[in-house]
Structure formats: C-alpha cells, structure tokens
C-alpha cells in the first residue's frame, strides 16, 4: 500500500524531529539513549501524527488512546514526540536527566502522558493490559491502549503473562508494538532480526501477528499500524525489524553504542546533518485526530459511607477471612474499586467479590507479574485495585511493585497466608519477607491485623490510602477482639493489656497478639507488662509508642512470625533507638519447616506457652 | 505403538501405588493435595520405572537422570515414586506433613532427590535449565533432566524465560512434562484442556513439542517420553491431558478438589478400593536403567588461593569494576565458580570472566527470573554461580532467590549501581530496597563494599560462604583506601576513622563512606567522630559494634543511600538496641529524581558538604 506522498513526507519530517532533539537532548545531559530513540523514531511519528487518537492539550485524558513506552530508555523520543504534539516546549526537552525537572532519564508519571514510571524493562504490556481494561469496561469509548517494547524486553516473562492474559480477555483495543532493533545493551539479543520469531510467539500467545520488514519506511509501518487497530476481537502484535541508531548511517547497527550520547566532535555534527535531512523548512501543523467523546464522569475524592465490621467480640474468624466483606463493602460503596485474583480467591476470599462485581474482578491466573502491572493500569486511571494472593508469593511481583509505588500509583496488595501459622504447607508458602519488602515502598502503608475486625478496618483505611500499601493477613481462625466501630487508622496503634506500672512493652502483631494474650496467664507478673498491637507498621506510630516505651522504663520485648530483619522487630528498634533500654526479638529466624501451626509457633518460641516462659523468666 | 503389556501392567501397578500411598498419606496428614498427585501417577510412573535412568540408592547423583517437581504441591506422589524406587521406606511416607519429617508439604532439598524446593510454582523449568547445562558442561555423560509442571502453573512468565533458554541453549537434555489437568486451585485453567495450545507455544519458542491424549493410558505416555529422550538438538516438552483426581471416578475432573486430603468416611475407602484394583499381588522388583558412569569427579570444599586485590590506596576505581577480577580470579582457582549474566555484562565488568571463561558462563539475556533460576539449578549440583546484574533488577527475581534460599544453595548475587549515586538515570534504575530484600534470606550473607579493594575480597568472602548472599556495589569511582591485603571476613567492620574520646560513631557503607570522610574536613570537632565502614550487613558484627557505640556513649548517626527501612541504619538499630541513647538517620526517604550524584546525595542529607552540616550541628 502506498499513501499520500506529502502525509509520509510530513511523518518523515515529524521522526526526523524525534531523532534530532533526541540527539540534542542527550549529548546536552551528557548521557542517555539515543540509538534507541533513533530506532523507534518513525514508529512514534507514525502512531502520534496519524494512528493515534487523542488530545495534545490535556494528554491525562481518560478519553485519549494511551501509549506506554515500556522501553523507557528511549525516553528522549517520547518527550520529543509530545513536543511536536504541542504539549511540550522543546526548550524544557533540554532540561532531560536535570535535577528538578520532570524531563528524566526514564520516565516518570509527573508527566500527565506517562502512566507508568518505566525504565525496569517487561512491565509496559501488563500495565497496558490494565489500562485497556479499563478503557472497555469503564471508559467505553472507542480508545486503545498502544504498548511500545523493546525486542530485548520480550525476554522477560512478564511480557508473557501479560501476552497470555490479553488474548484470554479478548482485548482488540490493546497494540503492542516491538521495535526489533536486534541489539541489547551487550550484545545481540537472542533472536536477533528474525522478526518471524515474535510472530509466531505472539500467534500462539493468541494474538494477531504484523511484521513490518523495514520499521523505518513510513508507509510500511503506517500500513501495519492502520491494519493493527482495524482488528476484531484479539489484541494485535506488530513487529517491526528496525535499526539501533536508525537514520544515522554511522551509527546505525553497529555495537557498543547503547545508552551513549554522541557528543559534539564525536558524530554529533554529522548525524545531525543526516538527520536534517529530513526536515521541512515549514512543515504544517499536526493534524491528531481527535478521541470519541462519551459521557464519560470521572470518579474522585475519598471513599466514603463503608458498612462497619460484620464481626462480633468473641467470634472466631481468620483475619484473611475478612477480605470477603471487606471487598465487598468497598465495591459497594465506591465503584472504583476492583478485585485482582491470581488463582486463589478461594483461599483469599476474594471469590464473593468475583461473584457480586464480576465486571471488576480481574483473574489473572498463576501469574503475579500479571497482578501488580494490571493493577498498576487501573489504578493509573483512578481506580482502586486491590490484588490478593498468599503473601509469599507476592515476592514474584516486588519488582513490579516497586515500580509502581515510583509512579505513585495507589495499587492496594493484600497477602494473605503470612507466617508460620499456616503450618503444614511448608516454608514455600509461608510469607516471611514480605513487611521488609512493603515498608521500603516511598509513601507505602504496610498493616498488619490480628482479628476480623482489624482485618476489615485494615483493608478499608487502605483504600482510602492515597498510595500504595499492603495488608498482610493470615490463615488460623482467631478470636474477635475489637468492636466493629473500632476505627484502624494509619500512623497508629492499640494497646490490647494496659497496665498501671510496666515494666515491659510487648511489641506484636497477627495471630502473635492472640498467643501473647493467652500467654499472660501464665505469667505471674502479668500486671507489669503491657501489650501493643502493632496493626500499622508504616507508617510507624513512632510517638505512641515512644510514649509507651517510655512508661516501661524502655524495656521491649517483640514477638513476630516474620523474619528478624525489615519487620516489627526492626522497625521498632529503628523508630524508638534511643527510648530503648532492652530489646528481646522472637522471629522466625531460620527455615521453618512442616508442621502444625501450634508445633512451629514453639520452635520460634512464639507459642503461648513459650511465651509465657520467656516473660516468667524476664519478671 | 504398544508396548509388552507386563510392561505396562507392571507401571500401572507402580501408578496405583502412588495415588494409593499418597491418598493414604494426605489422609493420615490430615491435608495435601492428593488429587494432584493422582493426574501424575501414571507420568511418574513411566519416567521412574522406564525412561530415567538413576541409582536409586544414590538419588543425589550427578551421574543419575535428575527429576524435579516444579508442581511442588504433587510431593505425596514423588515420595511414593522414591518408595516404589526403594529408596524411602512406605512407613516414613506415613510422617507426611509431621514436624521434624522430611517428608513436608512440598519437597525440600533436606531429601537427597530434591535439588530445589518447589511449591511456588513455575519455578522448577529454569532450574532444570541450569542443572541440564551441568549435565552438559561439567558431568559430560548422557543424563537428562526431567521437569514435571503443571498446567496451571505455565501462566508464570518465568516458565517462558526458561523455554526461552532452553532452546537458545539447545538443551535436548532437558525434557519438561506438562501435566494438563485443567484444573487450578480456584477454577480452570486458561486454557482447560486444549493441549495444543500448549504445543503451539513451546513450539514457537523453539521446543520440539509432543502431546499425549491420555496422559492415564500408559502406552501413550510411555510412547511420548520415550520419543522425546530420542530428540536431539532441542529441549522437548511432553504435554499430557490428564484428569485432576484421574484413576478416582467419584473425583476425577470435578471442582472443588484442590488441597485437599479424601478422609476416611468421605471417599478415602472407595478411592482405595477403585486405586487397588491394579495393585499386583506379587510385583516384579523394580528394574530401573543405570546411568552412564563417565570418570566425572566432584570438587569439593572451600576455595582456596585466590590472587589479592589488584589497586593500591588512592586509585579512583568504582566497587563495580572490582567484579572484573574478582569473577576472573575465583574462576581461575576454581572451576566450579560460574557466571550468569543479564545482557549487563558490560556495564557490571562480569564481561571479562565470559571472555576467559566461556563455557562457565551462561547468557540468560534480559530475564532475571532465569538468572536466579539457572543459578539456583547449577548451585544444587554444587558449583558456585554468581548472577550479576543491577541491583535494582535483581528484585525482579526475589521469589526465586528467595526459594534458592529456603534450598539452602549457595547462589550469589551481585547487584550494580546501587542508590541514587548512579544519578541521571533517575529512580526506576537505582536500587534502593535490595539490603532490605537480602538480609531476610536464612543464612545470607549481605556485604556492602566502599572500596575496590574492598569490593574484591567481599566478592571472595561470598564465594567462600556455604550459603547464598549479595554483594551491593556503586557505579560511581571512589578512592581507595584499604590494602590489598586486608581481609573482609563475614562478621566483621572496619573502622575508617578513628576517635580516642569518640562522641559519636557514624555508621556507613559504599560512597558514603568517602563523603563522610570528606565532611570530616569542614567538621570543627572531627577529633571527637569515629566513623565505621559497615561493609558486612549480614551477618551483622553485633559485639564489635555494639563495643564502638559504647564508646560513644550510645550516640549514633548513619548515613545510607538505601530506604531508611531494613538497610544498614534498621539492621544497626535492631541489634545494637539498648546500646542506643541518640540516634540519626539519614537515607532515601522519597522518591528520588533524575540529577547528577552529587545533587541526589545533597538531596537527601549524603553529601560531604549536607554531611558536615549536620555533624557541625550535632557538636
């Protein structure tokens, strides 16, 4: 197919723009990617000047085609792309990599056209899964989602789980583009320029398969990418084989040119020059087509009006099991909210959720990658996801969730299983790492119920969380031992046994509180010691506590089933150094093994009865 | 084809036998997963009683055919296969689950046959990749590795990083089997029991792909392995429809069968009865194919006479570099030392040791997963691997090292450019949760180097510990400021400043160290300030530390370019608590931004100049 010769010169005109403030850009910073803006140049003139849809002025827009640059390194051509939109001056392009200005290295959603922080590679797909979810069943315009990879990326699994679930869920509005390049940064990539290869990868990954031979002649990738949207009913894999440093011929596919600007003396001169080439003297404006308009509302503010706790003291209920109401209060009361599964909302209770708001929940499968990035689309557009599984193997995402606390997403994680209370299944299952993972996210809530209650209020102050956190939960039926109007709020904490005159702080959290509880009993001294639930671990309730610790002349004593560093033991100690006298720390502190709750709780002398040892022998 | 129907009534009497044993165990554990185990009886059977070739009593030969169930869940059904073997006795099977047993929930490697503990799932493939290149390059006879997976678990995209792998490494040594079940944990699978959508994607990853109709009719099964160890030049994946429960009628195929034991009562009687019926009377003893025995000889123990550090005090040389000839000259004194790269090689410098070593070294291109994977699979056949990528991206891969871990394997990692000292890349690339993330694993080594020197023996230390650790390195040149000589035993810290009436102990570690000492020079009371190169985290030097900090009389600030939770300042707080009586803390507290290092540093308290300020302060 051929087009309009003054469309394709006016393309070529708009790449040549990309390539040369790309070129600019980086030898200005003294750093950065231009071989691999250079490569994708004409695919992004291409999709911003004439296949996609959307608004230069407001480019947050629900309303636009969204565009991902899941190979974040080439940053440079996407600000440059949006310069020539009109969204950015291009004399702000020349801030790139500078301290304070939203023009980084990789880029960062303090852009309102960036949704995902990229730059960790393999995650753009399953972010875009998300957002073309959200597009189908929230925006229901005609929009799409426009995913651009690296070839090297298509290595990582992610891409995978995200290829898989997007061909399940029949998302024709979803296009990803791959800009085979042939080079890594150090060396080859495993398949090279064999286009083929992908094609037949994204076939029997269930999506449509276009290659495009030569990924620099305009009217061929035109061609593929008016081809792509036109596609009904699976989402659509273009693959085009291009050069790294394409349209600079001195640079162009050779080695050892990654993630290095060319500098002035070094090439600069000349690929500017070639580049120049290209460019109109007085090229006409873009002419970007406009998105569908529907009446669309966009939901924002708090959540509000959420049911209390279907709990009562006394009653015995796992904390995990509180995911159930809790879920499906908040889909209640807020549509934002949506359920993310992984092939165990039996275990997890997220299954009523599923069965109430099928059109919010989102199974995954056996793919937690697929979890944290899906969710990171949705709530990149203003929802509230939550994705629940066991909180060990919340460990196969942390990467993911990283990137998405960077971006500031507010992705809500519940865990549950965590600890060896779950007994029998082993120490695969058993989460104990997971609050050192959570706490290290920026602006993250890390909670940490010990009944039913808690566990329903946990869940509610983190939706109305703006930010990322976590719940970590767990599988033994325990006691009820707060009221259901028993507020949970961040920054804080309870004290579960006072005591006139402490002599000791008990430090715990989750099933532990319970064991502890009992465990007083036992002790003689039972009236000098008193007892923090620690339900809030980030933020830490630091002057609380401090004030508590105090009154016990600075003895603390912390029980946890978790591993000894990065959870309530240290982040005590980190928070109140300096207020403590004594510090004794049970933890989990070496492979647990198979057994009953009961059983593994004592080898850690987390038991009730060690315990109330550990504390006879203190007193 | 069919094969001599002894044969076959022989395999379908060692099939029965293992629904039986791990029906019965499940039972007496009161929990597991015998269903699971039942859509693999007959598979097992085939490969242990037919197709592998193994000394049953020596199951942790690296002459023998290895096995690994990456459905760790099936571990009844592996148990039973080792008892059929003769390797278990069937009374020890009956401690299934018990405390104290090696007999857990999922398979541990305290069992000689399990090399890697499975039971989160889709893991087991890549480690089979690096046991299958252990076959190859190191043992060099004609043993094949075995994966049995399962359905549900080929949504994780780590399973298609190692069919990536497999076929780039043309593995024909490597057979998985992909138990078709169709039913996950919560409901089915993606794709139910369509098998060829299974062979079309291992095909299309460059697998040869055979599928078995039945995967319960022995000859069908027995046909399709026997046809898949003939291959060559390719791995082969063998891709059985099978029932979840199959060879139970009540069961076979129904929902709401996952995890769970058919107790006495509830159908357990019945599903013997049916299971018995191909029970032999008097089997025949099992008559299992002898490896081939090569003259393959097994270096063990510590590695010894490693070259020194090769700088002086006062070259300008980042800790990153020092990768280049550590890797180098642990690879010269011992061949077992072997290196896995992420397409960084060249900006972590493990380039080198590829170029000197290319048979130890293995490309696993942009996939972490497949990093820790294959080295975790090489680690079990007890050679030393280091993975070395960005530290950033090694959280891409923690749940496999966190499995490696519980394995007790001793993988290494390294992680480059730490913190925000990398500068303009900004914060998808700089790790910041890594310290947190490895100090949980049991028996981890964390060692954070400030210099090359330093950098180098740390390296060495790590190669020498019997367990897994991360070694934490900087982009940025720093001075340095040890002899070559001096040694960095685990444990341990070094003092970079002394102070002979010490008020102040700073705690430090990597760049920061030589911004400390920078500060030094603006602070007026510097005589007063003693100043720690905390280069070992884990283990933690508690005593050596805690003896400093008195000498302070308690008052301590630490600097580190790591989020303030379970880093060097959380690690130092939890054990030297009740030592403590001041306590500053200054770390990467916010989302960083794109600038240069020293703009970043100053940005959150680490540069020399903010550094002095704050010690002037303190003063």
């Known amino acids: 197919m051929s087009y309009d010769k003054s469309l394709i010169k006016e393309l070529e005109h708009r790449a040549a723009k990309i390539r040369l403030l790309s070129l600019q850009t980086t030898a200005e910073a003294g750093s950065g990617h231009p071989t691999s803006c250079c490569s994708c140049a004409d695919i992004l003139s291409a999709l911003f000047f004439k296949v996609m849809r959307y608004d230069p002025k407001n480019p947050a827009s629900d309303l636009n085609d969204r565009f991902i640059l899941s190979k974040g390194h080439a940053a440079p051509a996407l600000y440059a792309a949006w310069s020539e939109a009109g969204y950015l001056e291009e004399k702000e392009l020349f801030t790139l990599r500078k301290m304070g200005s939203r023009i980084e290295g990789h880029p960062m959603p303090s852009l309102p056209f960036v949704d995902i922080a990229t730059g960790s590679l393999g995650q753009g797909l399953a972010v875009g899964v998300g957002i073309a979810v959200q597009q189908k069943k929230v925006v229901k315009n005609s929009s799409r989602t426009f ?9 990582e699994g992610s891409v995978w789980e995200a290829f898989s679930l997007a061909a399940n869920l029949n998302l024709d509005n979803l296009i990803a583009i791959i800009d085979v390049n042939r080079l890594g940064q150090s060396r080859e990539t495993m398949h090279g320029h064999d286009i083929q290869v992908y094609a037949r990868k994204a076939k029997a990954f269930g999506w449509e398969a276009i290659v495009v031979d030569d990924g620099h002649d305009l009217n061929q990738v035109l061609e593929a990418l008016e081809r792509a949207v036109k596609v009904n009913g699976k989402p659509v894999c273009v693959i085009a084989k291009t050069l790294k440093g394409g349209g600079l011929p001195q640079i162009a596919d050779k080695d050892n040119w990654h993630g290095k600007p060319i500098m002035p003396g070094q090439g600069l001169e000349e690929a500017v020059q070639e580049v120049s080439k290209h460019i109109m003297q007085a090229p006409p404006a873009p002419v970007i087509a406009k998105p569908e308009s529907v009446s669309f509302k966009k939901i924002t503010g708090p959540i509000n009006n959420v049911e209390p706790a279907p709990y009562k003291k006394g009653e015995k209920v796992a ?21 993310i599964d992984g092939d165990t909302q039996n275990s997890t209770y997220s299954q ?4 109430q708001y099928p059109e919010r929940f989102v199974e995954c499968f056996i793919a937690e990658q697929n979890m944290a990035g899906v969710s990171a689309g949705l709530a990149s557009r203003g929802l509230i996801p939550f994705a629940v599984t066991f909180g060990a193997f919340l460990a196969r995402a942390f990467d993911q969730i990283r990137m998405a606390a960077l971006s500031g997403l507010g992705v809500k994680f519940i865990g549950t299983h965590a600890g060896i209370s779950i007994g029998e299944d082993g120490a695969s299952q058993m989460a104990l790492e997971d609050l050192a993972s959570f706490a290290t996210l920026p602006n993250g809530a890390v909670l940490y119920p010990s009944d039913a209650v808690s566990a329903y209020n946990c869940i509610v102050t983190l939706a109305k969380h703006n930010g990322p956190g976590y719940v970590r939960l767990s599988r033994p039926a325990s006691e009820v031992i707060y009221n259901s109007n028993e507020e949970f709020p961040l920054g804080d904490l309870k004290v579960v046994k006072e005591s006139s005159s402490p002599a000791i702080t008990i430090v715990t959290a989750g099933v532990i509180v319970h064991e502890v509880l009992k465990a007083l009993k036992n002790v003689a001294a039972a009236d000098k010691i008193q007892v923090v639930d620690l339900y809030c671990v980030k933020p830490f309730p630091k002057d609380r506590l401090t004030e508590l610790v105090k009154a016990s002349g600075g003895k603390i004593v912390v029980f946890e089933e978790h591993s000894p560093n990065g959870g309530i033991g240290a982040e005590t100690a980190r928070n ?29 002398g987390l038991s009730a009865e060690k315990i109330s040892e550990t504390l006879n022998s203190l007193l």
């Open 352 to 355: 009523k959720f599923g069965e």
């Open 576 to 604: 109140l150094a300096g207020a403590i006298t004594s510090f004794k720390h049970f933890a989990v502190d070496s492979v647990p093994r198979s057994g009953t709750p009961d059983e593994l709780l004592s080898s850690f």
């Open 147 to 155: 995913v651009l990879m690296g070839d090297g990326e298509a290595a």
């Open 319 to 339: 904390t995990r099991q509180a995911v159930a109401p809790a879920l499906l209060n908040l889909g209640k009361s807020d549509s934002r909210v949506w359920v």
